[in-house]
């Protein structure tokens, strides 16, 4: 007698819909939790970091809302809704929601999670019962079940809610609460790390302020004992000035960055400062100077190193002026530095010095012209002059008679 097969098993299609709405609703959740990741990554401010994390929440279905709200400290507790995002957004419209425990307003989820510190699921907003001042509202926005889950600003206490509503009932499980909850702990440590960028910034932009105060300070400075130099050589009035200028026009021509541009126009501004040791009779004698009073007149560069060279500028000023009647092969003074041993900054204030000079009026002679002086530096380019520094102020000629009108004014 043969034996009887025991006969399979019957499956449970119910057991196999189970598992496919618990796997969709996971994926679901994970498709949200990574939009809204990238989110947070990106994030340049809060609004945006809390915009973009409730934006990316509700591009996946059947999630229709979103929201965050802070817990505020006033005498109602209000959660403040401070971005929402979704078709649903505007059920989050005008919601008044507190997370005191005394009022039917503090027991929903958004209430019960900040004040207990643990996320508050909601199934089916239908008949939950602590979901009762807001049911009919929800029902007509097509909202059917919602988890809240609390964020942190560092501290042990909740500042605020996560919410994310959908539009069935069940839409979260054990699986999807946790990715949630995660969200939501990013959200908490954006809003931290955003909160010392905003602090630094501050902190920045003060110092910066500060910096560029002293700065114009500085500057003004400078300023002032220039004119006072012109007060005891009315004839040469505005030359530092015009100096300054142009060397900064050449600067800029060569490409010097703005902060280096600023240490050669202060150095410029102040170049023959060491003339205040120097006679007036000599600095406004109509007729050329003999050698002993050249001599005198060229001990200025010393004199004016010695002046600039204990105070702290976070440029090389004094030597800048101690250099400016240097040339490259030599035969400038005090030192007689050539090429590579003199500063770059030197070199464009000897450039800039020799045009105005010469295209200026002086007590012994009257003024030579730009045309003239142009001629002169192409003459020394390369040989006492860097050919670099004169072709950029060839340019400059060249490109609306810059150096023309700085003369000129």
Known sequence: MALLEKPPAESNDNDHVDRRSELEKLNWALLAHNKAATELARAEDKASLLSGVCKSIVSQKPYELAWVGLAEQDEAKTVRIVASEGAAREYATGLNVSWSADTPLGKGPAGTCIRTGISSLFPDITIDSGFAPWRQRAIDYGLKSVVACPFYDGSTTPVGAMLVYASVPNAFGEMELHLFESLA????????????????????????????????????????????????????????????LIAAEIAKKLGWLPERIEGLYLAAMVHDIGKVAVPSDLLTKPTRLTKLEMQLVQEHVETGYQILKDIPFPWPIAEMVYQHHERLDGSGYPRKLTSEAILDEAKILAVADTLEAMASHRPYRPALGLDLALKEIRAEAGIQLDKAIVDAAFALHDDGDVLQKIISS
């Open 185 to 244: 702990k990013e959200i908490g440590a954006g809003l931290r790390s955003l909160e010392k960028q905003e602090r630094l910034d501050k902190e920045v932009a003060a110092r910066e302020e500060a910096q560029q105060r002293l700065a114009d300070a500085l500057r003004a400075t400078i300023e002032a004992v220039s004119k006072t130099m012109e007060w005891r050589d009315p004839y040469t009035a505005g030359h530092q000035k015009h100096v300054a």
